[in-house]
T-cell receptor
Framework: EDQVTQSPEALRLQEGESSSLNCSYT??????LFWYRQDPGKGPEFLFT???AGEEKEKERLKATLTKKESFLHITAPKPEDSATYLC??????????????FGKGTLLTVNP | EPEVTQTPSHQVTQMGQEVILRCVPI?????FYWYRQILGQKVEFLVS????????KSEIFDDQFSVERPDGSNFTLKIRSTKLEDSAMYFC????????????FGDGTRLSIL
C-alpha cells in the first residue's frame, strides 16, 4: 500500500527564516510526486510535479527536490503570505493504480512577520 | 486562469437522505476525480472517471456512491442514504489529456450530515 508521511506536522517561522519540509514516501513504482498548497477552507492548489530522483523545481521562494525515498520543499526567506498547509501526494505506476493521488497529512506552516 | 468550480459550497442534509454534489471541471480536461477530506485527516481518493466510465475507485466508493457526467460540462457525485460518517469536505479535481499530469482541485463542498 502506498504511504506518504510528512514532517513536521507544524512549523512556525519568522519572516525571512528559511527552512525545509519533508515528505517520505513508499510506493510501488513512482509515477509522480506532487506538492500542493492548501489555504483554510480551500482546495489544494497545485505547486510542483517531480517525476524522477534528482529532479528539482522552483517557483518564487519555493524549491522542491526528489530522491528515491523522499522529497523536500525548501522555503527561502518566507513571507507571511506563504502561511498555509503544504500537502505532498504520490501517484503510483503499478498495481492497477494509475490515477489516484495518495496524500500525506500535510505540514501547517505559519510565518510570523 | 481556468478553475474547477464546485457547488454548493456547503450542504446540510438529514441522515438517510440523498445528496448530489456538483462540479464543473476545467473545460479541456478529460480526467475527473472525487476526493474527500474528513476533518483533521488526509485527503482520500474516492474515484476517477474517464471517457464516461469509472477508471478506478477506492474501497470507500461502495454502492452508496455514484458518479455521472450528465452533460458536456458537469460532473456529479451522488451519495445515497447518507450516514453521519459521510460528513467531510468533498473535492472535485480534473487533469488534462492524460492521467500523468497534475490534478487541479476545486474549493470543495462541505457536507454536514445531521
Amino acid at each position: 500500500e502506498d504511504q506518504v508521511t510528512q514532517s513536521p506536522e507544524a512549523l512556525r517561522l519568522q519572516e525571512g527564516e528559511s527552512s525545509s519540509l519533508n515528505c517520505s514516501y513508499t510506493v510501488s513504482g513512482l509515477r509522480g510526486l506532487f506538492w500542493y498548497r492548501q489555504d483554510p477552507g480551500k482546495g489544494p492548489e497545485f505547486l510542483f510535479t517531480l517525476y524522477s530522483a534528482g529532479e528539482e523545481k522552483e517557483k518564487e521562494r519555493l524549491k522542491a527536490t526528489l530522491t528515491k525515498k523522499e522529497s523536500f520543499l525548501h522555503i527561502t526567506a518566507p513571507k507571511p503570505e506563504d502561511s498555509a498547509t503544504y500537502l505532498c501526494a504520490v501517484q503510483a505506476s503499478s498495481g492497477g493504480s494509475n490515477y489516484k493521488l495518495t496524500f500525506g497529512k500535510g505540514t501547517l506552516l505559519t510565518v510570523n512577520p | 486562469e481556468p478553475e474547477v468550480t464546485q457547488t454548493p459550497s456547503h450542504q446540510v442534509t438529514q441522515m438517510g437522505q440523498e445528496v448530489i454534489l456538483r462540479c464543473v471541471p476545467i473545460s479541456n480536461h478529460l480526467y475527473f476525480y472525487w476526493y474527500r477530506q474528513i476533518l483533521g485527516q488526509k485527503v482520500e481518493f474516492l474515484v476517477s472517471f474517464y471517457n464516461n466510465e469509472i477508471s478506478e475507485k477506492s474501497e470507500i466508493f461502495d454502492d452508496q456512491f455514484s458518479v455521472e457526467r450528465p452533460d458536456g460540462s458537469n460532473f456529479t457525485l451522488k451519495i445515497r442514504s447518507t450516514k453521519l460518517e459521510d460528513s467531510a469536505m468533498y473535492f472535485c479535481a480534473s487533469s488534462e489529456v492524460d492521467s500523468f499530469g497534475p490534478q487541479h482541485f476545486g474549493d470543495g463542498t462541505r457536507l454536514s450530515i445531521l
